[in-house]
Structure formats: structure tokens, C-alpha cells
């Protein structure tokens, strides 16, 4: 029964996603705080969040790799872009957020799938039509349609 919690509150809360799918995660104070804030973007609170936080303090693992995928695991359907320092930083979190929809622990989660064409780590699309999109400073974002995130 502790597992079905777990999942259920995987489903609700991201701090309770990243430690379902990374065990070894340890959540702080700053990183509740962090969750928390993601969330209210989720929620359609607030549509603008900077992180000011000092480098090495989990930003990346929370907004960059767990929250896309924490996301489209809620709104499958929806677009999502991420935005990165350089181009190959924006297409490494896109293939780590894509192995993570692509994961069972997941899966375990969500419905969320992955389209069977989706391979690029940092385009992809879910079965549902949604999207993820992945592009860093200097990077072309015009055109690429997306509405959310």
C-alpha cells in the first residue's frame, strides 16, 4: 500500500515525482521552496518564474529535468518549451526529460507516452499531442507555435 501512495502522490506534488523516480533524491527546504513555485506555474497561478538561486543548489534537476516531464505527465497535450544557456545544455536536459517519460517508474506514474517517432533529445512529441522543444541563447525559437511553459 506505501507504493500506491507514493505513485498517487507522485501524481500531486513534484517533490513527491522527483523522489518516486530518483530515489537517492534528498529534497531541502530550497527545494520545496523551488517545487513550490513550479507548481503555481502548473496551476496557471503565475505565467513567469525566475529562480535566483546560487549554482549547485538542484535548480537543474527540478526545473530542468523533473518538472518538464512532471508536467506532461499532467497535461500530456500541452507544449512545452526550455530554454537553456547554450544548445547543448537545452538538448541535454531534453533527452533526460525524454528518457524519464520513456522510463518505467513513470510509467508507473503517468499515461504519458512518448510518440513512437520521438528519438531527437530535443524536439519531441507525446502520443497525446503534446510537445517538448529545447533550444538554448542564440538558439531559433520563431516559429516553432508553442504556447505554454
Not at 498517487?8 to 517545487?35: C, D, K, N, V, W
Not at 518564474?49 to 546560487?54: F, R
Not at 547543448?88 to 499515461?111: C, H, K, M, W
Request: one cysteine or more; a neutral charge; hydrophobic letters at 35%.
Amino acid at each position: 500500500m506505501e507504493t500506491e501512495q507514493r505513485r498517487r502522490a507522485a501524481r500531486t506534488s513534484l517533490i513527491s515525482f522527483t523522489e518516486y523516480t530518483y530515489p537517492r533524491y534528498q529534497a531541502a527546504a530550497i527545494h520545496h521552496q523551488l517545487a513550490e513555485q513550479l507548481e503555481r506555474i502548473e496551476r496557471g497561478d503565475i505565467d513567469r518564474l525566475m529562480l535566483l538561486v546560487p549554482p549547485r543548489h538542484g535548480k537543474s534537476e527540478l526545473a530542468s529535468r523533473r518538472f518538464p516531464a512532471w508536467y506532461l505527465g499532467r497535461h500530456p497535450d500541452h507544449q512545452f518549451i526550455s530554454a537553456s544557456a547554450s544548445v547543448t545544455l537545452a538538448e541535454d536536459f531534453g533527452r533526460d526529460v525524454r528518457n524519464l517519460i520513456a522510463s518505467p517508474e513513470y510509467a508507473q506514474v503517468f499515461d504519458t507516452q512518448l510518440a513512437e517517432d520521438s528519438q531527437a533529445r530535443g524536439r519531441w512529441t507525446t502520443q497525446e499531442g503534446g510537445s517538448y522543444f529545447a533550444t538554448g541563447v542564440g538558439g531559433a525559437l520563431m516559429g516553432a507555435g508553442h504556447t505554454c511553459c
